[in-house]
Structure formats: structure tokens, C-alpha cells
């Protein structure tokens, strides 16, 4: 684990190995699936923020000014700004698939900042758009060998369609999620008596929190509770969306929770969170947001997710640094020798740390090569070899792991 004392925690060599295998990891199986690396800038115009609908909460971004007085942002999110670029500059395409690693800002993050690894899936609203996502997140996970893991299969709208004609007010939105996300259910009944809402529409709300669990079953008991023409469809969509995940041989890692909550507030469609045993927070989160980019250029329907980069890595036990580091010695005459050699062995792929020699030299565990005028000699433990000529050396070298 990393020093969670620090602001800023910082990645030791061996953890970095782990962060750096994790991101190769992801940004490969991206690839694999077809979705194309992107960056985007840091900084951010604060403007944009306040005039998109469903974005991050605006007190929650961490800000700046520049010298001329404008407001900046640290980016606080990729979907926003890859949506915004994305709608703005690609008029004719219809359809792309893009990924990222990018750090976001906010000032409720427990370090302010971390490392996203996501993909976004822009023009295409369909069940295997979605299958495909959810697909490829399982797959990465199994990639990195990331023990006991689940997919939450939820909706961002099903069960507040049940709602449009509550008529509640932001707080008592809030409010209600809030029950609905912890499954309060002793507290659920009495707050929406207090609204005064319809008996029978206090019984189908009062459900959603236990819509959860094994995918076909839950299917068929959130049959119970449809009230309008958009549920019907949304169901179904949800359940075309689990034959095609039975199909990518992934449904044992699904579950549905129809009580699922996500805190950003663009998506409209299906919303999924990953998580894995023993950590409380989700280790991945996405959805559909098709309407996101209204507020832009022009509406495209899209889907995305992120997985977090540094919880994933602190789950990964073992290590992932195998590289030896060859020590080259050398005395002050032989300097440019030495330096050549150094040079010859990175270009072969090996790590080379170079030193002048020193009387007393220790050997250490690790392989040394010390240039003397006379000759090379070559150490490692209880090993020792001499070479006449650098060429000598280096074709030994380059042919011993092999033999
Ligand atoms: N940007 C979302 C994750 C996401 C990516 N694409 C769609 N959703 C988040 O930070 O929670």
C-alpha cells in the first residue's frame, strides 16, 4: 500500500511497476477491442462546465485562474471533454471508439486526483454496443488476474420513470437515491408516505432496492413494476443487453441491481459499476449518456466506462519488476570504453547502471561488469569471467539467458 498520510501519495519504483503493468495491460485490451488512444488537456474553461447539463458538480472542481483573469479548471472528469471534442471536430464520422489514461481532479477525491483508464463508444445505441462494453471490462479484468470480481448491471431512469409524476424536488430526489443506493428499506415507506404518493406506486418503489441479484430472475420480478411504455422497453433492452453478455461467455461475473445508483448525473440509459470482494468502493464505473453532448455540438448517442487505475493496482499482489540491473564498473581511463559497452547492452534491452570502480569494491547480488585496461570481467555471486574485447563480452552476454 501506498503512504495514504501524504496529499499526494507517492509511487515507489516497485508499486510504479505494478501501476505501469496495469495501465500496459488495459491500453491493450482497448486496442484489441478496436478503441484508439486519445489525450486531452489538464486545464479546463470553468465556462464549460457551468453550461453543460448533468456534469460534475461544479463546487467539486478544483480551480484556477489564469493571468488574464479567466477561470480554469483541473479536468475533472474524461467523458465530458472527450464527448465535447469528439461531437465537435469528427462532423462526418457516425460512429468511433476511443480509450484514454488520463488523471482527473476533484476535491472530494480521497488524493484529489486519480488515474482513470476508460473507453467511450460514440453513435451507436444499441444492446450490443453496450454488451460489447460491459464484455470488455470483464475480460480486462480477468486479464489482470483481478480475483473475485462483479459487473452491477443497473438503469439510470427505470425506476424515476415510476417517479414522473411524483413531481419530487431535487432534495427529495437526493433524498430518495440515497435510500435506494444503501437499500434503506425500513426508511423508504415512511419517507414516500410523507410525500403523500399513491399506495400502489409506494409498493413499486418500495421493491426497486430488492431488484437486485441474479440477472434472469431479477428480469422477471422487475415485470411487476412497470408502469409506463419507456420501462417496458428499457427492460427489454436490459434483457437483450444479458443474452448477449451470456453469449460473450461473461454472465457468471453479472449481476443486476436495479437500485444502482451512479454520482454522475449524464447517464440515461444502462450504468454499471465494478467491484471487487474486500474493497468497498467500485473499482470501475460507466454507462450510457446520449445526451450528454446536446449541450454541445451535436447529439450522438455514447457509452463508456473507467476503470480506477490505482485501486486496481493495490489489489494486485506479486511483483512485476524482473529486470535485472547490470552494473558497469569502469576505471577513469577506460571511461569512453565503458560508456560504449553501457550503450551496446541498453540498445540490447538490458538496464545498465555505470559507475567508476572503486578500490574496495563490494560485488553484489546483482550481475557487475567491471572495465579494467587490461581486460573485462564479468561477476555475478560466485561467477566471475574474463574478455578480451567488448564484441567477446557482448555476444556472450547476449547469448546466455538464450542457452
Ligand atoms: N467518467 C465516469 C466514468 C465513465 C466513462 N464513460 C462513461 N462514464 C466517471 O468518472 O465516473
Do not use: C
Given at each position: 500500500?501506498?503512504?495514504?498520510?501524504?496529499?499526494?501519495s507517492m509511487f515507489?519504483?516497485?508499486?510504479?511497476?505494478?501501476?505501469?503493468?496495469?495501465?500496459?495491460?488495459?491500453?491493450?485490451?482497448?486496442?484489441?477491442?478496436?478503441?484508439?488512444q486519445v489525450e486531452?488537456?489538464?486545464?479546463?474553461?470553468?465556462?464549460?462546465?457551468?453550461?453543460?447539463?448533468?456534469?460534475?458538480?461544479?463546487?467539486?472542481?478544483?480551480?484556477?485562474?489564469?493571468?488574464?483573469?479567466?477561470?480554469?479548471?483541473?479536468?475533472?472528469?474524461?467523458?465530458?471533454?472527450?464527448?465535447?471534442?469528439?461531437?465537435?471536430?469528427?462532423?462526418?464520422?457516425?460512429?468511433?471508439?476511443?480509450?484514454?489514461?488520463?488523471?482527473?481532479?476533484?476535491?472530494?477525491?480521497?488524493?484529489?486526483?486519480?488515474?482513470?483508464?476508460?473507453?467511450?463508444?460514440?453513435?451507436?445505441?444499441?444492446?450490443?454496443?453496450?454488451?460489447?462494453?460491459?464484455?470488455?471490462?470483464?475480460?480486462?479484468?480477468?486479464?489482470?488476474?483481478?480475483?473475485?470480481?462483479?459487473?452491477?448491471?443497473?438503469?439510470?431512469?427505470?425506476?424515476?420513470?415510476?417517479?414522473?409524476?411524483?413531481?419530487?424536488?431535487?432534495?427529495?430526489?437526493?433524498?430518495?437515491?440515497?435510500?435506494?443506493?444503501?437499500?434503506?428499506?425500513?426508511?423508504?415507506?415512511?419517507?414516500l408516505k410523507d410525500?403523500?404518493?399513491?399506495?400502489?406506486?409506494?409498493?413499486?418503489?418500495?421493491?426497486?432496492?430488492?431488484?437486485?441479484?441474479?440477472?434472469?430472475?431479477?428480469?422477471?420480478?422487475?415485470?411487476?413494476?412497470?408502469?409506463?411504455?419507456?420501462?417496458?422497453?428499457?427492460?427489454?433492452?436490459?434483457?437483450?443487453?444479458?443474452?448477449?453478455?451470456?453469449?460473450?461467455?461473461?454472465?457468471?461475473?453479472?449481476?443486476?441491481?436495479?437500485?444502482?445508483?451512479?454520482?454522475?448525473?449524464?447517464?440515461?440509459?444502462?450504468?454499471?459499476?465494478?467491484?471487487?470482494?474486500?474493497?468497498?468502493?467500485?473499482?470501475?464505473?460507466?454507462?450510457?449518456?446520449?445526451?450528454?453532448?446536446?449541450?454541445?455540438?451535436?447529439?450522438?448517442?455514447?457509452?463508456?466506462?473507467?476503470?480506477?487505475?490505482?485501486?486496481?493496482?493495490?489489489?494486485?499482489?506479486?511483483?512485476?519488476?524482473?529486470?535485472?540491473?547490470?552494473?558497469?564498473?569502469?576505471?577513469?581511463?577506460?571511461?569512453?570504453?565503458?560508456?560504449?559497452?553501457?550503450?551496446?547492452?541498453?540498445?540490447?534491452?538490458?538496464?545498465?547502471?555505470?559507475?567508476?570502480?572503486?578500490?574496495?569494491?563490494?560485488?553484489?547480488?546483482?550481475?557487475?561488469?567491471?572495465?579494467?585496461?587490461?581486460?573485462?570481467?564479468?561477476?555475478?555471486?560466485?561467477?566471475?569471467?574474463?574478455?578480451?574485447?567488448?564484441?567477446?563480452?557482448?555476444?556472450?552476454?547476449?547469448?546466455?539467458?538464450?542457452?
Amino acid at each position: 500500500m501506498r503512504n495514504k498520510q501524504l496529499l499526494h501519495s507517492m509511487f515507489y519504483p516497485k508499486q510504479y511497476a505494478k501501476k505501469r503493468h496495469v495501465i500496459h495491460k488495459l491500453t491493450n485490451r482497448f486496442t484489441k477491442f478496436g478503441y484508439q488512444q486519445v489525450e486531452t488537456p489538464v486545464f479546463e474553461d470553468y465556462d464549460l462546465y457551468n453550461d453543460v447539463q448533468g456534469t460534475v458538480n461544479t463546487a467539486d472542481m478544483l480551480k484556477l485562474i489564469d493571468p488574464s483573469g479567466k477561470v480554469l479548471v483541473l479536468r475533472p472528469d474524461a467523458t465530458i471533454p472527450i464527448a465535447r471534442h469528439y461531437t465537435h471536430l469528427q462532423e462526418k464520422v457516425t460512429s468511433g471508439r476511443l480509450s484514454y489514461v488520463l488523471d482527473i481532479f476533484r476535491s472530494t477525491l480521497e488524493e484529489r486526483s486519480r488515474t482513470q483508464a476508460g473507453v467511450e463508444l460514440f453513435g451507436e445505441r444499441t444492446p450490443e454496443a453496450d454488451a460489447e462494453l460491459i464484455a470488455l471490462a470483464v475480460t480486462s479484468l480477468k486479464e489482470l488476474a483481478i480475483p473475485s470480481f462483479k459487473i452491477e448491471i443497473g438503469h439510470a431512469t427505470f425506476y424515476k420513470e415510476l417517479l414522473r409524476e411524483a413531481n419530487l424536488n431535487a432534495m427529495q430526489q437526493k433524498q430518495l437515491d440515497q435510500y435506494i443506493q444503501s437499500k434503506n428499506i425500513s426508511e423508504i415507506v415512511p419517507f414516500l408516505k410523507d410525500l403523500d404518493l399513491d399506495a400502489s406506486l409506494i409498493e413499486k418503489l418500495r421493491k426497486i432496492p430488492m431488484l437486485y441479484g441474479d440477472a434472469s430472475l431479477v428480469i422477471d420480478e422487475a415485470e411487476n413494476i412497470i408502469s409506463t411504455e419507456r420501462m417496458r422497453e428499457e427492460l427489454d433492452y436490459l434483457s437483450k443487453v444479458y443474452q448477449l453478455l451470456k453469449d460473450y461467455q461473461v454472465d457468471s461475473y453479472i449481476s443486476i441491481n436495479l437500485g444502482l445508483i451512479n454520482h454522475m448525473n449524464y447517464y440515461s440509459g444502462i450504468i454499471f459499476q465494478g467491484f471487487a470482494e474486500g474493497l468497498g468502493q467500485p473499482i470501475m464505473m460507466g454507462g450510457r449518456y446520449d445526451y450528454l453532448s446536446r449541450s454541445f455540438y451535436r447529439e450522438m448517442p455514447a457509452i463508456g466506462f473507467a476503470f480506477e487505475v490505482n485501486l486496481l493496482v493495490d489489489l494486485l499482489s506479486g511483483v512485476f519488476t524482473e529486470e535485472e540491473i547490470i552494473e558497469l564498473h569502469y576505471e577513469a581511463s577506460e571511461r569512453q570504453r565503458a560508456f560504449q559497452l553501457a550503450e551496446a547492452l541498453r540498445t540490447a534491452n538490458y538496464t545498465v547502471i555505470v559507475r567508476t570502480a572503486k578500490e574496495d569494491e563490494q560485488l553484489s547480488d546483482s550481475p557487475g561488469i567491471f572495465v579494467n585496461t587490461e581486460k573485462l570481467v564479468y561477476s555475478k555471486q560466485k561467477e566471475q569471467r574474463e574478455f578480451k574485447t567488448e564484441q567477446e563480452l557482448l555476444d556472450w552476454y547476449l547469448r546466455k539467458d538464450v542457452e
